[in-house]
């Protein structure tokens, strides 16, 4: 890794890791393999949101041409939200993109996903499954939202309802996970939901 990326991903990491704003905000960041090339990220899901009470993992792996270009960040932790994908992780974050700049940093970084799941951008999604049933169904959408911070990132609300036609789903012996999944897509309808499973 070029030296400049090495002294300034060292600086911003102790940063980080110093900072009482940070640390208010539940954001974490320790080194992968003692390497400043890739570090993993915890957010915390922020209050009066669905994600509230759940820890979201990230993977931040630094470029060689940091800090100027962004570093590449995604969620490990599943989510459903508009700008990340509820398949891969990925993200839709313009400062992630063709809004950086040489100036931001890790904690920028960090504090804007922080953001992000405060503050959709529906009108510029990763996920369009997500993104259009928050502009079509906000109340279902808070609902699936709410599960999936409960079922992958420990979110404190279960949702025994939703659980139920997961396992009503689980017991035709589909996966898990694809259930889930087709079941937040198709409104929690269990019928469409099978269909869309068994096409």
Same mark, same amino acid.
């Given at each position: 890794? *070029?030296? +400049? ?15 009482? #704003?940070?640390?208010?905000?539940? %954001? ?15 957010? @915390? ?11 979201? %993992?990230? #993977? ?34 313009? +400062? ?22 405060? *503050? ?18 906000? @109340? +279902? ?51 469409? @939901? ?6």
């Amino acid at each position: 890794m *070029a030296n +400049i990326a090495t002294q300034r991903i060292q600086r911003e990491f102790k940063e980080v890791v110093k900072s009482e #704003e940070v640390a208010k905000c539940s %954001i974490k960041v320790e080194l992968v393999n003692d390497s400043y090339t890739e570090l993993k990220g915890e957010i @915390a899901g922020p209050p009066d949101t669905p994600y509230e009470g759940g820890k979201f %993992i990230l #993977e931040i792996k630094i470029p060689e041409t940091y800090p100027f270009n962004p570093p590449k960040v995604k969620f490990l932790t599943k989510i459903w939200h508009p700008n990340i994908s509820s398949v891969t992780g990925a993200i839709c974050l313009d +400062i992630l993109k063709d809004q950086w700049a040489a100036a931001m940093t890790l904690r920028t970084v960090l504090l804007s996903l922080q953001a992000l799941l405060s *503050a959709a951008e529906p009108d510029d999604p990763q996920d369009a499954v997500v993104a259009r049933q928050f502009k079509e169904n906000l @109340a +279902i959408f808070k609902r699936t939202a709410s599960h999936w911070t409960n079922k992958y990132a420990g979110g404190p609300n279960r949702d025994e309802q939703y659980e139920d036609r997961v396992m009503q789903l689980k017991s035709m012996g589909f996966d898990e996970n694809k259930a889930t999944v087709s079941l937040s897509t198709f409104n929690w309808d269990v019928e469409r @939901a099978t269909e869309n499973l068994l096409s």
